[in-house]
């Protein structure tokens, strides 16, 4: 059976790898060691976190909508991992296993608020992100937790060769399973099938609620990974940690390709997507640019990446009537 | 020349619209004289509304001329062609639910001073309007909430607030009753000696003569000729309207009535008021449910597909009755299909592929525990798309890129993959071209001699003639007539369809 | 009349809680029936009440916008920055008006003649201008001295709540704009039939961008009175204010999506939401405990209150 690319969409994703490049290219121009095995071992690390967060964004954004709670949840989960292995001495993986717990149950409350009561995506979890925060404010208690179990640690900050990081192969572990999810799985075909169109979904007999349910668990699930992983790599939590991590996994999944409309899209892309974005980090580490512009730069990007999909599509589908 | 150019009010020239994938109008020609009420006509996806868009300036057209008053017009912009005294009344309303009548009769030019309303005169100029037609409408209810016939007198009255030469009415009796009919008629002969000119598209045979002067054909988005109303007959409209002898279009096999398969005693919804429906249907055969637009066919498809409650009846399947709190998904495994009307928004998901389409509504057939057998889908895929001769690049194909004709058959191919026995066709072959059709015809003609059970929902009575066996008749959301395919003609059903509205208009009178 | 009776059917619920809320504050604490405590309360919800009046205008057109608090931020900043350099008060209204006016521009631009969904295009420039708020602070707050301006938002004379009057006198000022002009009126159209009223002749995209950019404006303004009330413009102020305007518009009766709406209703949803605030304070919350209990109270509000219209509709 062909599976031919045909031009409509080979073209964007075309312009994602063009980005990508550009990037790259403009790293090594800034420093020449941008392409070491080192540096790209580091980047990976680096990009991990954006990644795993990109996987359960990607979902939701697929299905319906945006989760911006994404950010808070990780903090979340970083939180109640870290604090039952400090203050209640709790062996790492069982605290890891609650903290993707939380994540999960978070997930749902989401998916309760959208599929169920029918507030629109962008207003609950950007509702329940404050709460969350509120939440993981209190657990800390305002304090900074720091100084974790080596071997938690590892999960974070281990190396298997020199350039393969125990956070590169969790990020493999949770992308790969999140690509056969959406590839390979019913769930996924429904996935695409509500967020294209949920009339024609409720037509075919999907139950659009489980879907929409299950997208934002799975959200839930992976923004509390990314903040657990963060918690092993840079050894220290505090109640902050998630917030400026929304703005740039947002930028990651749109950059890849995936429509803001919903039903479009995949997880491939947005892994490119967040290694453009770790490396534009990268490049505005390495030219200084002042931390207060970060968040600055990044939203420019993301009406940037929208735009320019916008229109693309728009000459895409005038050339075709033609 | 240059004399007859300005005879016309619209004189619309060898006009041509391209949408992806279909040629909605192609070189069509049409005009209006100042004064006359000149009806368009011809069959759902025709392009008398696509014409009328561009007339107004919805669309711009990609090839032809429009002149308004002899001028040539090159801006197409809603704007700008109401300035030009073109008024139209949507068949979808425009108005604004959340704003009050008179606000939304002077919505892009609200009186007053500067940046504020005045909300006095402005009451007043509407209440004045509105009497001049004689309707009694209160200028401050909010629009969403006054009934449908007043919500049409607001845009008429909308439309007359202009210094209007031309108004657009594109079924504009579809949802009144007989009294409100007559009134629009009055208003509509009270315009004409004002000199406006009216385009008025309808399917109603009876109204041409009653208020038409000219009148055009159009099929498949092109010309087909114009009359003037008291030259041609209802024989001949319907003729040029569907182009071909009825015979050798729909396809009548063999077909073996069985045994009877789905049963409906008695149902009754509260949300959709269907009243009291019984009916049932057999194996191979083919049951045509006919009425007028509203009467509550496609919403008893609904209620049989279990998409919409019912609180009383039964429905019973194979012999096995089903629970009223049944699932889509359920009805779906149990063995029955809707074919939805509005393919675009309910049969398709136009950004995904032929293929993902395709298995849609029987992903657990080509699944094994929550698995995906790409194999087996291609397999189901490959099948359908020869089957059904759909001509698509590929199986990866996004829909959005086929014809209207070509989408179609993906929606049936969806809907046969998930191997029903009972399928409910709701306007199948509405705004898909000829071909396409008999494609169509003779699918359905095969699945009922296969021994499937068929409803076909349609408004299109040759059709509705030419492919059942038997045919119900709704009207008012209860069915009111079985008849035969063998004793069942045009006048017949029409009449059985339209009775209600002329009882109710005695009982109004009286 | 039924459409009156569902009116009083709905609204007196809201203010029977807030009444109720009133008296278990007021039972908790001697102190909280007083005049002192109305003027605290008048004095902290007035900026809220403009700031939701954006964001109910926004709602109304089917719209959203999350970049009201970092306006409100940016704007404050501008204010500030005039007020350093001695530009005379209505000046600093002007400019601060100016910067939100720009801002919201920026967003109406994106959204309606690019065709950008809003919440994307929103969060992008929230991004953007608490970059600018953190750039032209340098990160620390601007305080201010100059007496004329701090008089805008003070309470005078331990009597007179100077904030909570000049953004009433707004607050009337914007209940007339969406009852009156044609601009409030096409919040309506656009938000509940855009597309019929561009067929009608409505020039919908250029009114949808100025429902941004009066978004911006009066939030522009809003930044002015906040900045004289707490003498100081700090910038990260605005966090989380978007989120609090949403919420009292939804609680106020405004709906998402279908058009509905009355900026009338919004400073409901400001009351409640104030006296919820203070009354945290009143019953003893712990300061750490009060935003994770502020926050699981709207999002329990939202989630209500979608329910309750839902059944409505029905």
Redesign the interface.
């Given at each position: 059976?062909?599976?031919?690319l045909?031009s409509?969409s080979l073209l964007p994703a075309m312009s994602r790898f063009a980005v990508l490049l550009v990037i790259i290219i403009l790293g090594c121009v800034i420093d020449p060691s941008f392409l070491s095995l080192r540096n790209i071992g580091n980047n990976l690390a680096n990009a991990s976190i954006l990644v795993i967060l990109g996987v359960g964004e990607t979902i939701a954004i697929v299905t319906n909508g945006?989760d911006?709670s994404a950010g808070s949840v990780m903090t979340m989960g970083g939180v109640v991992t870290a604090i039952l292995m400090k203050s209640y001495n709790m062996n790492f993986a069982i605290a890891i296993l609650a903290g993707l717990l939380a994540g999960c149950l978070l997930g749902a409350l989401n998916g309760y608020?959208i599929a169920y009561?029918?507030?629109?995506a962008?207003?609950?979890t950007?509702?329940?992100q404050?709460?969350?925060?509120?939440?993981a404010?209190?657990i800390l208690?305002?304090y900074i937790l720091y100084s974790f179990d080596e071997s938690f640690r590892f999960i974070g900050n281990g190396w298997i060769l020199n350039f393969i990081s125990m956070a590169t192969v969790c990020m493999l572990v949770i992308v790969t399973a999140g690509i056969l999810l959406m590839k390979?799985?019913?769930?996924?075909?429904?996935c695409?099938?509500v967020g294209?169109?949920p009339?024609?979904?409720?037509?075919?007999?999907?139950?659009s609620k489980k879907v929409v349910m299950k997208a934002f668990i799975i959200s839930g699930f992976t923004s509390a990974a990314a903040g657990i992983l963060y918690v092993a790599r840079m050894n220290s939590v505090q109640s902050d940690i998630g917030s400026s991590y929304l703005?740039n996994v947002?930028a990651a999944v749109?950059m890849g390709g995936t429509?803001?409309?919903g039903?479009?899209g995949g997880i491939l892309g947005t892994i490119v997507g967040a290694l453009a974005m770790t490396m534009v980090v990268n490049c505005m580490n390495l030219l200084a640019v002042?931390s207060?512009?970060?968040?600055?730069?990044?939203?420019?990007l993301?009406?940037g990446t929208?735009?320019f999909d916008?229109?693309l599509r728009k000459q895409l589908?005038k050339r075709?009537?033609? | 020349m240059e004399n007859r150019e300005n005879e016309y009010l619209v004189d619309m020239r060898h006009i041509t619209k391209v949408f992806p994938g279909v040629k909605a109008l192609d070189d069509v020609s049409f005009n209006l004289k100042p004064g006359e009420v000149h009806i368009l006509m011809g069959e759902n996806g025709a392009g008398k509304s696509t014409l009328m868009k561009v007339l107004a300036g919805a669309y711009a057209p990609d090839g032809g001329e429009l002149y308004i008053s002899g001028e040539k017009i090159t801006r197409f912009d809603p704007v700008f062609l109401q300035e030009k005294g073109i008024g139209i009344i949507y068949q979808e309303f425009n108005l604004i639910p959340y704003l009050n009548v008179a606000e939304n009769i002077f919505i892009d030019h609200m009186p007053g001073k500067g940046l504020l309303i005045d909300r006095k005169g402005m009451h007043a100029k509407a209440r004045e309007l509105l009497s001049d037609m004689k309707m009694k409408v209160d200028t401050h209810a909010l629009a969403g909430t006054i009934p449908v016939a007043q919500q049409q007198m607001v845009e008429v009255a909308k439309a007359l607030t202009h210094d209007l030469k031309v108004l657009i009415m594109d079924e504009p009796t579809a949802a009144l009753s007989g009294i409100e009919i007559e009134q629009l008629f009055s208003i509509i002969r009270s315009l004409k000696e004002k000199g406006i000119g009216i385009i008025y598209i309808s399917h109603r045979m009876q109204e041409i003569s009653q208020i038409g002067d000219r009148i055009t054909i159009m099929r498949d988005g092109q010309y087909i000729a114009t009359h003037r109303v008291e030259e041609i007959g209802t024989d001949e409209i319907v003729s040029l309207m569907v182009g071909r002898k009825i015979g050798n279009l729909y396809q009548r096999g063999e077909r073996q009535k069985g045994d009877t398969i789905l049963k409906i005693e008695h149902l009754c919804s509260k949300k959709e008021r269907l009243q009291d429906i019984c009916m049932e249907v057999h194996r191979g055969e083919i049951v045509g449910l006919s009425g007028l637009v509203g009467a509550g066919r496609t919403e008893l498809a609904r209620a049989i597909f279990h998409v919409d409650p019912y609180e009383k009846g039964t429905i019973t399947l194979k012999g096995e009755e089903i629970k009223q709190k049944a699932t889509v998904r359920e009805m779906i495994e149990k063995g029955i299909s809707l074919i939805p009307e509005d393919r675009k928004r309910q049969g398709l998901s136009l950004i995904l592929s032929v293929s993902q389409n395709i298995v849609m509504a029987s992903l657990d057939s080509v699944s094994s525990r929550g698995w995906l057998n790409r194999h087996k889908e291609n397999e189901i895929v490959e099948q359908y798309i020869k089957e059904l001769n759909v001509s698509t690049p590929g199986a990866e194909q996004k829909v959005n890129n086929l014809s209207g004709g070509n989408q179609q058959k993906v929606v049936l191919a969806k809907w046969l993959a998930t191997q029903a026995e009972v399928i409910i066709f709701d306007e199948p072959t509405r705004g898909i071209d000829v071909g396409a059709k008999k494609e169509v015809y003779s699918f359905m003609d095969n699945l009922a001699k296969e021994g499937k059970a068929i409803i076909m929902i349609s408004s299109d009575m040759p059709e509705v003639l030419g492919m059942s066996d038997r045919i119900y008749v709704m009207r008012d959301r209860r069915i009111v007539k079985e008849l035969n395919a063998s004793q069942a003609t045009q006048e017949i059903i029409l009449s059985y369809a339209l009775e209600g509205a002329r009882g109710e208009e005695q009982d109004d009178k009286n | 009349m039924i459409k009156i009776k569902q009116v009083l059917h709905r609204i007196p619920l809201l203010i029977w809680f807030i009444l109720l809320l009133v008296i278990i504050f007021s039972t908790r604490s001697s102190q909280y029936l007083t005049y002192r405590n109305l003027l605290i309360l008048l004095q902290q919800g007035a900026v809220l009440l403009i700031v939701a009046s954006a964001a109910t205008f926004v709602i109304i057109s089917g719209g959203l916008d999350l970049s009201l608090g970092a306006i409100l931020t940016l704007g404050g900043i501008a204010a500030a920055l005039a007020v350093t350099a001695g530009l005379p008060v209505p000046l600093v209204f002007l400019i601060g008006a100016l910067t939100g006016a720009v801002c919201g521009g920026v967003n109406g631009f994106f959204i309606s003649y690019c065709n950008l969904p809003p919440f994307i295009t929103t969060l992008g420039t929230q991004g953007i201008f608490y970059g600018l708020a953190l750039v032209l602070t340098n990160k620390e707050g601007i305080v201010i001295y100059d007496e004329a301006f701090l008089k805008i938002g003070a309470t005078l004379d331990r009597k007179i709540p100077m904030a909570f009057i000049c953004c009433l006198l707004l607050y009337i000022i914007i209940i007339f704009i969406q009852d009156r002009t044609r601009f409030g009126r096409y919040l309506y159209a656009i938000g509940g039939n855009a597309e019929g009223a561009r067929l009608s002749g409505v020039h919908t995209r250029f009114w949808k961008f100025m429902i941004y950019a009066f978004a911006g404006l009066i939030t522009g303004l809003a930044a002015v009175i906040l900045t004289s009330r707490l003498e100081v413009a700090d910038p990260i102020v605005g966090k989380k204010w978007e989120f609090e305007a949403i919420c009292c518009a939804i609680l106020g009766g405004t709906s998402m999506n279908i058009g509905k709406g009355d900026v009338k209703g919004t400073i409901l949803g400001v009351a409640l939401l104030t006296i919820i605030r203070s009354g945290m304070n009143v019953i003893r919350i712990p300061s750490i405990w009060q935003p994770a209990i502020l926050g699981t109270i709207l999002i329990l509000s939202i989630v209500f209150e979608v329910r309750a219209s839902m059944k409505e509709e029905k």
């Open positions: 059976m062909s599976r031919k045909t409509s945006p911006l608020m009561v029918k507030i629109p962008f207003i609950s950007y509702g329940l404050w709460a969350v925060l509120g939440f404010y209190v208690n305002g390979k799985t019913t769930f996924g075909r429904k695409y099938s294209s169109n009339i024609q979904a409720m037509m075919s007999g999907i139950d703005l947002l749109y429509s803001a409309a039903g479009e002042p207060e512009l970060r968040d600055a730069v990044i939203g420019v993301i009406i929208v735009l916008t229109m589908a075709k009537a033609v | - | -």
